[in-house]
């Protein structure tokens, strides 16, 4: 089947729902822009993304964690607090609708506040998981919290009293190598993959589109603003993803 090419803001183009429809296997790929409805701030739009506010280097590299233990424990329990307000969002709900009413939809998120979860969908979390928390020294003990931690220091680990740290990949260390060994079969399995609310410059993550558009697969890039896969993506639907997959789960008449 010839993929659909070019741009739209809302009305799915017809071949790309027949091409879904008719294949049933998806790959979705998220990022922070998909919670962004939600009230989490994103990291690089200009204004509101947090790295325009701190510095990563400060707050999200191991370096950092042991030059400033501390600091680092509280700028996660604070992005904590900000996601226990929050609620899962029309794009949370549609990833997890797709999920259960098409024959495969496989979900891979570099979120790491566990909305998608909450929407009711099994994700690949390729940078962890903000509500876990883990042995610094990988004793083996991690523990999965329900609020924000308000100790001002990071907490001995129970198991062996190294200090604890947030079970999130910082910056210069690798991905889990399951999740991601993962999220590359299900992009290499999707005959689409629809790829909404990313940036699309951190890597590995960012090679996942590249992969599948090697293969030949149709990318769709959902996200109201250019980004480098803009240029290569197959289809670019210039909408937020709030808007634009809840419009997919109708087009396709998924049930609830
Ligand atoms: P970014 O902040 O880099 O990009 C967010 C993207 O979402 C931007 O391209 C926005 O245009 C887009 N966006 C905003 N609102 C949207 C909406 N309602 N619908 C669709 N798109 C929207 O966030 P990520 O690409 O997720 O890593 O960042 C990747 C990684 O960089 C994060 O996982 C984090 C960060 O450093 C780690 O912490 C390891």
Known sequence: MTPPAGSFETGWPSALLDEIAAAGTVAVLTGAGVSAASGIPTFREAQTGLWTRFRPEDLATPEAFAANPARVWQWYQ??????????PNGAHRAVARLQRHLIDCRVITQNVDGLHERAGARVSALHGNIWRQ?????????ETATEPDDRPEPPPCPACAA???????????????????????????????????TSGLVYPAAALPEQALARGRTVVEINPDDTPLSAVATVRCRNAA???????????????
């Not at 709030?242 to 609830?256: N, S």
């Open 242 to 256: 709030d808007a634009a997959l809840p419009a997919l789960c109708e087009a396709l008449a998924l049930p609830d």
């Open 163 to 197: 200090p604890m740290r947030p079970d999130v990949v910082w910056f210069g260390e690798s991905l889990p190598a399951d999740v991601l060994k993962a999220a590359v079969t299900a992009v290499e399995h999707a005959e689409v993959v629809l790829v909404a609310g």
């Open 78 to 87: 604070w992005r904590r607090s900000l996601i226990a307000r929050a609620e």
């Open 134 to 142: 883990r042995c610094q020294r990988r004793c083996g003990f991690s």
